[in-house]
């Protein structure tokens, strides 16, 4: 469904080129569920907005994004219109900045539909897009405006105007953020179903391993802008390689842990135009040796363990 191969970005700025994404490759299934987690400015929504090229800033500095066998990255603004919410659609991080506040919830969600299915674009179409994400009265909550609805109201909105046109790929950029718990639970469990119902493959972007653990086929582990780890779920997540990834399964709160302080990872993300020499992550990783602040290691295959890929030096893991 999804190739990402080498994928370089950056952004013009007036110190220079400075590159926000650095030789990512990645791949999504069909009908899977691939997470996308690390911290906040660590290159995941650029990643994941770079498929569709929705950045008009962004420098593509190399790689190839292959969408169905189709390179996203040589397509014209016409072509690509095309591809946008049919091939793949995006769910964003606040729903209340996601939909415009001068228009019906009818209204955004009849736009999608129009663009692509234009037979299909009716006040009918709208009710049933409302009413296949769980939103009680959709006949009525179709003519109201989103500060008419709550935050979980939104969010289901949101979702219904990314699933109307019927997305091969959707894009999860952080769906549960800004709702409650009760709420949070309700989403990812839309999510699963409308995976199953739609035949969907999902990129899950979020930093709640938590989350993932329940969701996803398969994680993808990203720091300052390059993948440290990736492969399958319970695999990563019951025996990490990376010290990163180990560093964020230890932050996590353990219902059957009698620890009363929670670890943390010391330091913050480097800035892009202050990246550390070798190991991007050496000067904040309590497993450092020697060696990794003389040279950048390779992402490469798990020596004992299949479909697991890891970027550290050997004596780190």
Request: proline share 6%.
């Amino acid at each position: 469904m999804l190739q990402i191969e080498n994928l370089s970005l950056g952004f013009q700025t007036e110190e220079g080129l400075l590159r926000a994404v650095d030789d990512v490759s990645l791949t999504v299934e069909e009908g899977q569920i691939v997470s996308l987690v690390g911290e906040s400015g660590c290159g995941k929504s650029i990643t994941a907005q770079s498929i569709a090229r929705l950045i008009p800033s962004l420098r593509y500095l190399g790689g190839r994004i292959l969408l169905e066998g189709q390179n996203t990255l040589t397509l014209s603004r016409r072509e690509l219109r095309k591809i946008r919410g049919k091939g793949v659609s995006y769910i964003f991080q606040d729903p209340s900045l996601a939909l415009n506040p001068t228009l019906t919830i009818g209204t955004q969600i009849l736009e999608a539909l129009a663009l692509h299915q234009p037979q299909r674009a009716c006040r009918a179409e709208c009710v049933a897009a409302l009413s296949d994400v769980g939103i009680p009265s959709a006949e009525l909550r179709v003519d109201e405006y989103p500060h008419q609805l709550s935050g979980g109201m939104k969010q289901r909105a949101v979702i219904a105007m990314a699933l109307a046109s019927r997305p091969r790929l959707l894009v999860a950029d952080e769906p549960t953020t800004a709702l409650d718990v009760t709420i949070q639970a309700q989403i990812l469990q839309l999510l699963s179903e409308l995976r199953t119902a739609h035949k969907m493959s999902i990129l899950l972007i979020t930093h709640n391993l938590g989350i993932v653990s329940q969701m996803a086929d398969k994680v993808a582990v990203m720091y300052a802008g390059q993948l440290v780890e990736s492969g399958p779920v319970r695999q990563v997540l019951k025996t990490p390689a990376h010290p990163y990834t180990r560093a964020l399964l230890a932050s996590v709160p353990r219902l059957d842990s009698q620890c009363l302080r929670l670890s943390s990872i010391e330091g913050q993300v480097p800035p892009l135009h202050a990246m550390p020499e070798g190991c991007r992550f050496h000067p904040r990783c309590t497993e450092r040796h020697g060696g990794c602040a003389l040279g950048a290691p390779r992402l490469r295959a798990h020596p004992t363990l299949p479909g697991h890929q890891v970027r550290c030096f050997p004596s780190g893991l």
